[in-house]
């Protein structure tokens, strides 16, 4: 692999990811939220265990005040509760209130039609999803 060629790939995945924003950026003043705050909507599965604050800031590659800035922002709004974890009473966790849950999936629904990944067919997105995959690899950063 080339400079040029890693360079082509990481300035494609940058426009990719300023296109998503632009394209979404009405959705989520709709919604009275900044991309931070969309993307920790959508940190937080509805299916799975409310996670931890700690969980939640790995997801988010960030750390602990900038996290408690965002998640103070979707409380107030009414979009996220936060509560001491059962299993362990020293630790935050985060659930989605029904208008969060109704907001993340309003975002999710826009960002997944206003993608410029929406051009590509089931099979280009396997491979790029297997390829992402493989670069986001953390067994693989020794390699």
């Known amino acids: 692999m080339t400079r040029s060629t890693l360079e082509a790939a990481v300035a494609a995945n940058h426009e990719l ?3 998503t924003g632009d394209r979404i950026e009405a959705v989520l003043v709709e919604h009275g939220l900044t991309p931070a705050t969309a993307q920790a909507l959508w940190a937080i599965d509805p299916d799975e ?3 931890s604050m700690k969980t939640l800031a790995g997801r ?3 750390n602990a005040p900038n996290l408690s800035f965002v998640m103070n922002q979707l409380t107030d709004r009414g979009l996220v509760e936060r509560s001491a974890d059962p299993a362990d009473r020293r630790s935050r966790v985060v659930a989605l ?13 826009a960002t997944l039609a206003l993608t410029p990944f929406a051009r ?5 997105l396997r491979r790029l999803v297997d390829l992402l995959g493989k670069a986001l690899d953390p067994a693989g950063e020794s390699a």
């Open 17 to 19: 990811f300023m296109q």
């Open 97 to 109: 209130t029904d208008d969060g849950r109704r907001v993340r999936a309003s975002v999710i629904e």
């Open 49 to 51: 265990a409310p996670p």
């Open 120 to 124: 590509l067919g089931d099979d280009e």
């Open 60 to 62: 988010l590659y960030c």
